[in-house]
């Protein structure tokens, strides 16, 4: 049986300084937390023949391996051990659907009011993309291998994987219920200065 652990990658600091410049207090603790386990759990796995990493479109070279330095320091690192050990970097992506995604993000941040064709267009493009992943593993994953998928949290790659692909999910908890429950915490903290300041 082909078997394929899905990693989705916890938000680094700099995606989240992105959204707000103020970290979560617990965020260096949290980080830790998520790769101690991803890790652990991952050393059980003697034998990984493939690895898989969204957004990237390249086979096994050192730029690709810069390209997930620089993404993701912690999935450089397990990328790096499972190379070592023999694992191949696969081409993961369509660098016409990655660069369609770019474009219509683009277009998301120009726009000041929302525009929901262009999100629908984006959401359309998220699923092209996650099945071509799925394809992608599918097609290159060969009968008793084993892969190891690194992606971003709420892509449906699991989903669309044929049923001769046994699928395990790895993470200690969801990196997008993490940043909303942040996000919320963080809006709630701002509307309370706002009111004190007022009375």
Sequence with gaps: ??????????FTGVELASVDASLPDDFQDKSKEFWDYVDEKLRTQLYV????????????????????????????????????????LQATEDPLLLAETLSWVSMLKDNEETDLATEEMLA?????????????????????????????????????????????????????????????TTALNKSEKEKSSQE
């Design 49 to 88: 023949q493939k690895l898989y990493y969204d957004s990237l479109t390249k086979e096994d070279s050192e730029e690709s391996l810069q390209f997930i330095k620089k993404n993701n320091e912690q999935c450089y690192n397990l990328v790096q051990k499972f190379r070592d050990g023999g694992a191949k």
């Design 124 to 184: 359309k493009n998220m699923m092209d993309r996650d099945k071509y992943i799925a394809d992608k593993i599918s097609e290159t994953l060969k009968e008793n291998e084993t892969g190891i998928l690194f992606l971003a949290p709420g892509r449906q790659v699991a989903n669309l994987l044929p049923s001769d692909i046994r699928v395990i999910k790895i993470q200690p908890f969801d990196p997008t219920d993490y940043v909303n429950s942040w996000l919320t």
């Design 1 to 10: 049986m082909k078997t394929v652990f899905i990693v989705p990658k916890m």
